[in-house]
């Protein structure tokens, strides 16, 4: 799982309230991104991360926002979740220098599930 | 508009059999075309990394080709085994500093 932990690993939430899905790695590296799956389509960039304080947004970034304060971690709340939110959310790693030559290393995903 | 598509969106075969999964893109300009498996309640994780100048790439018993004239690739399971039952997703990169395309997947079933 190249040291990447996801918590919680299931979590189920009311509509309306906010959300906080957290990654850890334990590998020290500069890149990590938001993505979530949803049947039908393939894996989605919510937002990313260059380094401590530096994030910009992915292609789905509406109703997110991200925060990295440490080096291994790296933040995604839903500030007011949504039934469009239920998704599983993965977060992933990479050893590059963000141009793509790397691949990512994932973790095991969050199911939230917004009632 | 880039577009990554995999067919076939599933496929049953029987252990020890030899299968073809297809992957076709639009992406452009191309930077990379990678193979990812992930099973069941797991995080995608990678096969094969493939650069526009290289044709082949084999990890284990799964060979990536890549056809860059055509914008084609395939990733071949030899010898399937019951844990090759996964999704197989294929992924294109644009040139630095842009997204990744990820293709939707193919779903294969290995029974015995």
């Known amino acids: 799982d190249a040291g990447i932990t996801q918590s919680p690993r299931h979590k189920v939430t009311e509509t309306g309230t906010p959300v906080t899905l957290r990654c850890h790695q334990t590998?020290?590296?500069?890149?990590m991104y938001w993505y979530r799956q949803d049947p039908g389509h393939g894996l989605r960039l919510i937002h990313y991360s260059y380094g401590v304080k530096d994030t910009d947004k992915g292609e789905v970034s509406d109703g997110y926002s991200v925060s990295r304060s440490k080096t291994e971690d790296f933040l995604l709340t839903l500030e007011s979740a949504t039934s469009s939110q239920t998704s599983v959310y993965f977060c992933?790693?990479?050893?590059?220098?963000?141009?793509?030559?790397?691949?990512?290393?994932f973790g095991n995903g969050t199911r939230l599930t917004v009632t | 508009k880039n577009q990554v598509e995999q067919s076939p969106q599933s496929l049953i075969i029987l252990e020890g059999k030899n299968c073809t999964l297809q992957?076709?893109?639009?992406?452009?300009?191309?930077?990379?075309l990678r193979w990812y498996k992930q099973d069941t309640g797991r995080g995608p994780v990678s096969l094969t990394i493939m650069t526009f100048s290289e044709n082949t790439k084999s990890n284990g018993r799964y060979t990536a080709t890549l056809d860059a004239d055509t914008k084609q690739s395939s990733l071949h399971i030899t010898a399937s085994q019951l844990s090759d039952s996964a999704s197989y997703i294929c992924v294109v990169s644009a040139q630095a500093g842009t997204a990744l395309i990820f293709g939707k997947g193919t779903t294969l079933s290995v029974s015995s």
């Open positions: 992957c076709n893109y639009t992406v452009s300009p191309f930077s990379n």
């Open positions: 590998e020290n590296h500069r890149y």
């Open positions: 992933a790693i990479s050893q590059g220098d963000g141009t793509y030559n790397s691949p990512l290393h």
